[in-house]
């Protein structure tokens, strides 16, 4: 089992910038790629970003390339997703999630390879 639990959601304005924690509990945390997707309201939920479990290999969604930027510690058991430039439709709940690493350069963007989910965090930016 790997828990996992997001922080640092907020209400922002347009063009502001936000770091996203998400911190790893129970099983090596170093086994995993993981990623960061969100569901915004009356929308079904999108994948954004992801990284390998090496940390070395990272994937983006075209919303979002170039203003997020995801990287991982896992030395503190914890993903980050930096969101700079922020638009309103960035307006959503992030979800952090793991998937097991089959390689140490292993990424995916497939929601249903990812076993384990947090419970979300708000961002909201208004205009």
């Known amino acids: 089992q790997v828990q996992l639990v997001e922080s640092g959601g907020r209400l922002v304005q347009a063009g502001d910038s936000l770091r996203l924690s998400c911190a790893a509990s129970?099983?090596?945390?170093?086994?995993?790629?993981t990623g960061w997707f969100r569901q915004a309201p009356g929308k079904e939920r999108e994948f954004v970003a992801a990284?390998?479990?090496?940390?070395?290999?990272?994937d983006y969604a075209d919303s979002v390339k170039g203003r997020f930027t995801i990287s991982r510690d896992n030395a503190k058991n914890t993903v980050y997703l930096q969101m700079n430039s922020l638009k309103p439709e960035d307006t959503a709940v992030y979800y952090c999630a793991a998937s097991p690493a089959y390689y140490s350069n292993y990424i995916t963007k497939s929601q249903i390879t990812y076993q384990y989910w947090g419970q979300g965090t708000q961002v909201t930016v208004s205009s």
């Open positions: 990284v390998s479990s090496s940390g070395r290999i990272t």
């Open positions: 129970g099983r090596t945390f170093s086994n995993y790629a």
